[in-house]
């Protein structure tokens, strides 16, 4: 992967990573209403799990909703 001045990543690169976590978090919701469907009471809650990181991820933020940063840039 290509990286921007000082390791960061690119506006482009930094967008495909949000548009893949997007498309992760549609296909975990997906999957995780049909195995709450049949009864994947567990498989329904991990896949629960992995959608609202994905949706975090979608809108650049961490699981704790922070903005994330740059590699070497301290928002702090």
């Given amino acids: 992967m290509a990286s921007g001045p000082n390791g ?3 506006d482009s690169e930094r967008s495909s990573r949000e548009e893949v976590a997007a498309y992760v978090a549609a ?8 195995s709450r469907r049949n009864g994947l009471v567990t498989l329904g809650y991990l896949l629960d799990m992995a959608q609202l990181e ?6 650049g933020r961490d699981v704790e ?3 994330r940063s740059e ?3 301290d928002l702090a």
């Fill in 8 to 10: 960061a990543r690119g």
């Fill in 27 to 34: 296909i975990s919701r997906d999957l995780r209403d049909i």
């Fill in 54 to 59: 994905a949706d975090l991820a979608a809108r």
């Fill in 65 to 67: 909703g922070r903005r």
């Fill in 71 to 73: 590699p070497g840039v």
